[in-house]
């Protein structure tokens, strides 16, 4: 390994598009643990709406058991920054090293993923305002999203040429960053070298079939209860402006039950945003060269299996198994 630094896979790609079945089957292959990297499942009792890995899933094809990290680690209601997860992450990264295994990052978050594998300094980050945040979302809505971005054009000119008007979520923390510590969002995360060996291994697909995917799994998470877990979340008095209950399908879903859309509406709702998303995702890591990318709209994920171990033995040969 390089510079004596630890090993670390990253298998990363866009929602929908098939991380999870070929992680698990990656790293029966590599004696290696999976690591999640996806924001939504650190929380408990949100299941059906982040396609959390069920227990039969963490089984490979051998049926050797892969063990699985970072997951309902944390209750709704509980904060859990991109720090927490740089330094929970980082321990978890250790540990399994010093067993002799292969840390496998999973997921498509894509500053949690960053944040780790690069070592940006996120210790002062500003904590989450729940108050200043409800007031900033209501101006977003009252006075516009083009209004609020030239807002942060204002005081952070830096972060406005890398967010656009629409991307509501991070728009409205960098402007809640600086009203909280009076320092751009630009400012802080600064990355410094990189403290692992990484390997990253991307998967992508076609857009059209991408999207078609998106579209099942939403019928599939609808037809699985995803309204049914919605209502026992609020019924547990859980407040629907909380961070969990505003991601993709819960804030959806909230809607629906507050009589302000109707069931095609909310579903059609998800599905574009389910969309946009992935976009999104695609769009962020594209601009990652280090990544190794596979196509399963052009090879089968048993070729892209074998691809992806042919490049982790190449470069872990101490680690890993023919």
Known sequence: MSNAKMPLIVLLGPTAVGKTALSVELAARLNAEIISGDSMQFYRWLDIGTAKIRPAEMLAGSGRLIPHHLIDICNPDEPYSAADFQQDAGRLIAEIYRRGRLPLLVGGTGLYIKALCDGFHLSEAAPADERLRQELRRDYHRLGAAEMHRRLAQVDAAAAA??????????????????????????????????????????????????????????????????????????????????????LGYRQAVWYMQGLLNYTEMARLIKRDTRRFAKRQLTWWRREERVYWFNLSEQSPAEALAAMLRLAQERFPALTQP
Request: proline share 6%; glycine share 6%; charged share 30%.
């Open 162 to 247: 890398k967010i656009a008007p629409q991307d509501e979520k991070r728009l409205l923390r960098a402007l809640e960053v600086w009203q909280l510590t009076g320092r751009p969002i630009s400012a802080q995360g600064k990355a410094a070298e990189t403290p692992y060996d990484l390997l990253l291994l991307g998967l992508t697909r076609e857009r059209a079939e991408l999207y078609q995917r998106i579209e099942q799994r939403v019928e599939a998470m609808l037809a699985a209860g995803l309204l049914a877990e919605c209502e026992r979340l609020l019924a547990a008095g859980l407040a629907p402006d909380l961070k969990p209950l505003q991601g």
